[in-house]
């Protein structure tokens, strides 16, 4: 019963991306919840961000400032994690914090049409690694989900323009 609820919540957040009227507050969001997925279809499974993103007739995809903000945070606290030694890492803090800001990315969506399904191409997985990382059965298990968000934070990067995010 409970991973049903997790599912619901994690839908209402997905399909609310940047309403308004979404009852839902990145700050409320217990931050180390983890929410169980589906199974993915034959489809979803073989298709990676690089297969589903592309640019803008030639150009990067215009992002609003918060969703920068949430990826470059990311990248910044997977890079603080490192550089902390190995005795001193906390996975679960970390995981937290990642879920946190992809919380706030949501909270804060403002994208619309094509821009806003180009970040869902690369928002997904990355909330999948997430996730994998919280339920991860060892620290190599919890590792190999980290560096594969960092790969899709740097997949956004490469495909998105990074507005001045605000100080």
């Known amino acids: 019963m409970k991973s049903i609820l997790k599912l619901v919540v994690f839908s209402l957040l997905i ?3 940047g309403d308004p009227g979404s009852a839902t507050d990145a700050k409320e969001a217990p ?3 983890s ?3 589906t199974a993915p279809t034959k489809t979803e499974s073989t298709k990676q961000p690089d297969d589903l993103l592309q640019f ?3 150009q990067k995809w215009l992002a609003n400032p918060e969703t920068s903000e949430g990826m470059l945070m990311m990248q910044v606290i997977i890079k603080g994690f490192y550089e902390t030694h190995e005795d001193n890492r906390n996975y679960a803090e970390l995981t937290g914090e990642l879920q946190y800001q992809c919380n706030y990315i949501i909270k804060n969506c403002t994208m619309k049409g094509e821009a806003h ?3 869902h191409a690369v ?3 990355i909330l999948e690694n997430v996730t994998a990382a919280q339920n991860a059965a060892s620290y190599e298990d919890a590792d190999a989900s980290i560096k594969k968000i960092d790969e899709l934070i740097a997949q956004y990067l490469r495909y998105f323009d ?3 995010v605000p100080a």
Do not use: F, M, T
């Open 15 to 17: 399909s609310s991306c």
């Open 31 to 33: 931050a180390a919840e």
């Open 162 to 164: 990074v507005e001045e």
């Open 117 to 119: 399904e180009q970040l």
């Open 35 to 37: 929410v169980e997925e």
């Open 56 to 58: 803008n007739d030639g």
């Open 123 to 125: 928002l997904h997985p």
